[in-house]
């Protein structure tokens, strides 16, 4: 199983970027995915995360609003977009995915939930 995310870069306050996660090895119906940003602590916080159906999302407060998961199934490809980035955004995005046990419907908001991860991609938001 591998998760190979892109698309982080330098961008100006008020941008966009478009983070991308190639999943191999997996189905992702079969799994819900996830978007995380590495904070100071080294801990990982949720940013976004989509149900194994597609058909539930959640956001954290910080990406409410401006930024939107998507998912490719035909490509294996997971999708963040990130609108009118703001400095507090900049870090290490990683995506990760989460192996269906009990309901398709299920958006798990937690770094240990998930099964996969892949290495992250740097986000720099400056002037």
């Known amino acids: 199983v591998q998760l190979q995310a892109s698309g982080g870069g330098l961008v100006q306050p008020g941008g966009s970027l478009r983070l991308s996660c190639q999943a191999s090895?997996?189905?992702?119906?079969?799994?819900?995915v996830g978007w995380f940003r590495q904070v100071a602590t080294n801990e990982r916080e949720i940013v976004a995360c989509?149900?194994?159906?597609?058909?539930?999302?959640y956001y954290s407060e910080r990406a409410k609003g401006r930024f939107t998961i998507s998912r490719d199934s035909a490509k294996g490809t997971v999708y963040l977009q990130m609108d009118n980035l703001k400095a507090e955004d900049a870090g290490d995005y990683y995506c990760?995915?989460?192996?269906?046990?009990?309901?398709?419907?299920?958006?798990?908001?937690?770094?240990?939930?998930?099964?996969?991860w892949g290495l992250g991609t740097l986000v720099t938001v400056s002037s």
């Open positions: 990760a995915a989460d192996y269906t046990r009990h309901s398709t419907e299920y958006l798990p908001k937690w770094a240990s939930n998930y099964d996969y």
């Open positions: 090895g997996i189905t992702l119906d079969y799994h819900a």
């Open positions: 989509m149900s194994s159906n597609g058909e539930n999302t």
